[in-house]
Structures are given as structure tokens and as C-alpha cells.
């Protein structure tokens, strides 16, 4: 079984940061793509970032220059930082894995989310 653990949300003033974690954890053969989505009430689910196995990263327009996608390949975690949070940040955050379990099945995987509010 894999699991993906999420950790680091709460409540956060409009202009603060914070820092999300994602562990990938269980029978992993390796990860190729990790990223960030987020659904805010009554809207669809919608990517925030994405890093792949090279340095590469992508962001959501929304997003840019604000937040950074990193991971720790050694430790199967990625991480988001978020800096200048706005009200309209606010929503559950999920990570996600596309990833290879020992028996060499490859899939998609996800977190079970955590909720960021940015509110005064």
C-alpha cells in the first residue's frame, strides 16, 4: 500500500506564509511527478504546482512568484511554501504522486488534504 501524508495547514493571515509537507510512504519502487492541487468550497480541483523528477517546475498563473514547489527525493516528500497568502488562497490542499509500487504497478496517488485558511 502507499500513502500520502499531508501536514502543515491551518489558519494564516492575509500577507503570511506557510509551509506544506507531503510523505510518500509504503511500498514505492520510485516517483516520478509530485505536485500540489487545491478545491476551495463549491469549485472544482485545480493544480497549484507540480515538480518533476528534474528541476523542472510548473506553476498555476495564480500562484506564481508567490508559491515554491520543492521535494526531497531522499525522504519521497515534497513540500510547498506560501508566501503571500490572499483570502482567495484559501482551500483544502492535496498532494499528489505519480508514482511505481514494488510490483511495478504504476498509478496515480492522493493525499487526503489539509485545509489552509487565510483569513484576518
Known amino acids: 500500500q502507499v500513502q500520502l501524508v499531508e501536514s502543515g495547514g491551518g489558519l494564516v493571515q492575509p500577507g503570511g506564509s506557510q509551509r506544506l509537507s507531503c510523505a510518500a510512504s509504503g511500498c514505492i519502487f520510485t516517483i516520478y511527478a509530485m505536485g500540489w492541487y487545491r478545491q476551495a468550497p463549491g469549485k472544482q480541483r485545480e493544480l497549484v504546482a507540480t515538480?518533476?523528477?528534474?528541476?523542472?517546475?510548473n506553476y498555476a498563473d495564480s500562484v506564481k512568484g508567490r508559491f515554491t514547489i520543492s521535494r526531497d527525493n531522499a525522504k519521497n516528500t515534497v513540500y510547498l511554501q506560501m508566501n503571500r497568502l490572499k483570502p482567495e488562497d484559501t482551500a483544502v490542499y492535496y498532494c499528489?504522486?505519480?508514482?511505481?509500487?514494488?510490483?511495478?504497478?504504476?498509478?496515480?496517488?492522493w493525499g487526503k488534504g489539509t485545509q489552509v485558511t487565510v483569513s484576518s
Open positions: 499528489n504522486a505519480d508514482l511505481v509500487t514494488r510490483d511495478l504497478r504504476r498509478g496515480d496517488y
Open positions: 515538480i518533476p523528477t528534474g528541476r523542472s517546475t
